[in-house]
């Protein structure tokens, strides 16, 4: 009994003083690596998003420079679709020119292959591929998306449109990217490289790797990356992001308009964030003989203050076990015993309020009459569900013709009908349902975790029982229901306009049915 009575003072400020200064000390070294890993993240991020903005500046040039190369070459080759001699030994020098493409290739304006460099085995066939058909059908100069190549490769093309002397369209140059073998883009990504596990990789507008540090990636979908979403919007930013393979990463990302493509530069979090536990570590070896010193001071200035308070406690202790022999009142703080009376006293007093408050707080969330859940508690339980994002459905029911009860029997008849509906509703729930009045004769049932089709049983079940039992009236009275289901498309407020309305579409329907609210798209 009272157990704690047994510790004295010297051990109780003994016990704070360790405490305290253990939780200073704490709070300090907690709070410093909030800041050094907060200060490290914006760092890192920073570096990342102008890293990832530079690189995408660097490529949209350079995909210009590709664009105006094939452009002017265009207009060389042109005059040669009819010289097929001519035109291969154009194409030749101009492959031995240009440092951008793993190959080049002139196709006429049904898509057939005229001329390849380095030549391939596919002059004179068809072009069927989607970076083919989209430089057939845009006839403009356009990056494709990646594709798989007649022979088998995984390719990009950039091609420019072909037009002859008359100005009609006779087909396209192309270029081509081997995403998965070396290529001027391959060599320009892979020289960026770190030692502590940052890396770069490269997306299509549709989310697909087109350039990744391990090769085996690349024409993967990694479009559920947030960071990979955003740049298929054409964002560019930079934020923490955990990646498709659930590592978290520190991330900068910035858009390549001449492409359509999206350059991530990003860095592992735990390689990246390792040096602040190393800073915090260090600081407590720095500042343990400080924190030692402190406890042996506070020993000390402990055993001075409890000697005082220690004479004090002792008399408490002899008037106690004295009897009529009391010692004189010695000369000593007396404030602790006063202390502990006022905590006593304060105690009984808290305990008295706090069973106050409950039943205060128990009254203004019940309906007086019913005792069911009033207004203010289901409104309170609708906004926490929703902020939860729970799955719910909503009974709302209303007394077919309950103005003529208490016209027939009387207002008091009237509340016995309303207590009989209460129980009847309890009768019919499940636990963790909840039952309330919403004002006057309407009711409502929140049901988590239900479906449409079980609230409808539900409603039904409860319908019927009241239109087959007999009421306080003396005879069966009815009632009307509306049934509505939270949706992602529509909020609580929303909810209960349609779960109403369905209610009252069930009264001029005729009453005593239960309706299903409307479905909003």
């Not at 890993?37 to 990832?52: C, E, F, G, H, P």
Request: hydrophobic share 40%.
């Amino acid at each position: 009994m009272d157990s704690y009575k047994h510790f004295t003072l010297r051990f109780w400020l003994i016990f704070l003083f360790s405490v305290s200064t253990f939780l200073i000390v704490l709070s300090c070294g907690a709070g410093i690596y909030l800041v050094v890993k907060q200060v490290m993240t914006d760092d890192i991020l920073d570096i990342n998003r102008a890293y990832s903005e530079k690189m995408a500046q660097t490529t949209d040039l350079m995909f210009q420079s590709m664009k105006k190369n094939l452009e002017t070459s265009a207009g060389e080759i042109a005059p040669l679709l009819k010289d097929r001699q001519r035109l291969q030994q154009h194409l030749k020098l101009w492959q031995e020119s240009t440092l951008f493409f793993n190959s080049i290739l002139v196709a006429n304006n049904k898509g057939k292959i005229l001329a390849t460099e380095p030549r391939m085995e596919v002059d004179g066939r068809f072009l069927m591929s989607s970076g083919a058909r989209e430089a057939l059908e845009k006839k403009k100069t356009v990056v494709s998306q990646p594709y798989k190549a007649i022979t088998g490769r995984l390719i990009v093309l950039v091609s420019t449109p072909l037009w002859d002397e008359n100005g009609n369209y006779a087909g396209f140059l192309g270029g081509t990217f081997y995403l998965e073998q070396d290529n001027t883009l391959h060599e320009f990504l892979g020289k960026h490289f770190y030692e502590d596990g940052s890396y770069l990789y490269v997306v299509d507008q549709n989310g697909t790797l087109i350039y990744h540090p391990e090769e085996e990636r690349i024409g993967q979908m990694v479009d559920g990356n947030s960071v990979v979403q955003k740049l298929m919007d054409q964002k560019s930013g930079a934020e923490r992001v955990v990646n498709t393979q659930g590592v978290p990463m520190l991330t900068g990302y910035a858009y390549v308009p001449s492409a359509n493509w999206g350059i991530v530069s990003q860095t592992p979090e735990e390689e990246a964030l390792a040096p602040t536990l190393k800073v915090v570590l260090d600081m407590f070896g720095y500042i343990s003989p400080f924190f030692i010193l402190l406890l042996l001071i506070s020993f000390s200035l402990t055993q001075k203050m409890v000697n005082p308070l220690r004479q004090l406690a002792n008399y408490a202790k002899s008037v106690r076990t004295a009897g009529t022999e009391v010692q004189p009142f010695p000369t000593i703080p007396t404030w602790y015993y006063e202390a502990e009376q006022i905590n006593h006293a304060f105690q009984q007093y808290a305990e008295t309020l706090r069973h106050k408050m409950n039943v205060i707080k128990r009254e203004s969330l019940t309906d007086p009459l019913t005792g069911l859940a009033n207004r203010r508690y289901i409104e309170n339980t609708l906004r926490q569900w929703t902020e939860t994002k729970k799955q719910f459905s909503v009974l709302l029911l209303d007394v077919d013709g309950f103005k003529k009860v208490n016209d027939e029997f009387g207002h008091q008849t009237g509340d016995e009908v309303l207590r009989f509906l209460s129980q009847a509703m309890k009768q019919h729930v499940r636990k963790g349902d909840i039952c309330g009045r919403y004002g006057g004769e309407e009711f409502i049932v929140l049901l988590p975790e239900t479906s449409a089709e079980t609230a409808y049983l539900m409603a039904e079940s409860l319908r019927m029982f009241m239109s087959d039992t007999v009421s306080p009236t003396g005879e069966p009275v009815t009632i009307s229901l509306g049934v509505g289901t939270i949706a992602p498309q529509i909020d609580t407020k929303t909810l209960l306009a349609l779960t109403d309305e369905a209610m009252y579409k069930a009264k001029q329907e005729g009453r005593n049915r239960t309706k299903l609210m409307r479905t909003i798209v």
